[in-house]
């Protein structure tokens, strides 16, 4: 697991930043799950804190480039695909917001590409955000 601590700034900014970073790789728009929405909303009948962040989403998203790499090296690396990144803030601290990503479980050229493209993506987001 890979994260970056961007510093300070709001969610939003940082969302955006992200979903432009992510298009500036020539990507489709990302799938995003509103992750810190549906801990909330499952919270009282499962019974798991409901307050863990304040805010939180997880982008996935695919490069055919990458996913044609890591398929070709074998089938099974189809478990990889899509790549994701998350985003999010702790209820005591708003404007620290967390970019975090798992890296790709191979140490293969295709698995290479992929650590690569994660982490222009995150550069690029702190970089829009004035942070690097």
């Known amino acids: 697991m890979v994260e970056h601590v961007l510093h300070p700034t709001d969610f939003a900014s940082a969302r955006t930043a992200l979903e ?21 909303r499952t919270a009282p009948t499962l019974g798991h804190p409901a307050d863990t962040y304040r805010e939180a989403v997880i982008f996935t998203f695919c490069s055919a480039h990458v996913a044609g790499r890591m398929t070709a090296e074998t089938p099974r690396h189809i478990a990889l695909c899509p790549l994701s990144m998350a985003l999010y803030t702790l ?28 982490a222009r993506i995150a550069r690029r987001t702190a970089d829009t955000l004035g942070l690097h």
């Open 91 to 118: 209820p005591a601290e708003p404007r620290r917001v967390h970019l975090t990503y798992r890296l790709p479980a191979t140490a293969t050229p295709g698995g290479e590409l992929a650590e690569a493209l994660l």
């Open 20 to 40: 432009d970073s992510i298009a500036a790789e020539g990507l489709a728009p990302p799938t995003v799950s509103e992750f810190g929405n549906m801990l909330q």
